[in-house]
């Protein structure tokens, strides 16, 4: 171990390795040679670690956690067990403690899927619905209604 201080910054230097800095503003920076990661504590309690491969994980002292991935996909994990992705394109996926998902594409089109069914909404205003018992149900904008059976099968065409 090697201790030294410059600047109003003191560095520890491990046998192993592994750096850490103590700065003036009081975040503490933790190299890990092993694992060539940085993990950068600040006084507030935001805690922030850098992979190797540009992945950076946000830990907020609130629960809140934070993943950018190499390919800029956002993934946020709430105190309140909400999850929620963003995709590079613009897709968004939020994913409910109870494990219903609501995607909202880059078009703005949308996809509700619950354990009792799949709902898909069209820009124009159309929804399709997939109930669980695989029955079909398209709500049209004009207001036309159509039910098909599990096996595809029109059994209403309501216009």
């Keep these: 171990k090697e201790i030294g201080s410059d ?5 520890i230097s491990f046998s192993n390795g592994d750096v850490k800095k103590i700065m003036s503003d009081q975040r ?7 694992a060539q990661t940085t993990h950068t504590a600040y006084p507030d309690g935001l805690e922030v670690l850098q992979f190797p491969n540009n992945q950076i994980e946000k830990h907020h002292p609130d629960g809140t956690q ?29 994913v409910e403690k109870n494990r219903d998902k609501l995607v ?27 109930l669980c018992n695989r029955r079909q149900e398209t709500k049209y904008s004009t207001g036309r209604l159509q039910i098909k059976d599990e096996e595809g099968n029109l059994i209403l065409d309501k216009r």
């Design 7 to 11: 600047e109003g910054m003191t560095t």
């Design 28 to 34: 503490v920076i933790y190299y890990y040679a092993d």
């Design 66 to 94: 934070e993943i950018v991935f190499p390919d800029h996909t956002v993934k946020c994990f709430y105190s309140n067990r909400l999850k929620e992705t963003s995709f590079p394109d613009g897709t968004i996926v939020k």
């Design 104 to 130: 909202v594409f880059s078009d703005s089109q949308r996809e509700s899927h619950t354990a009792q069914f799949r709902r898909k909404e069209y820009l124009d205003g159309t929804g399709k619905t997939l």
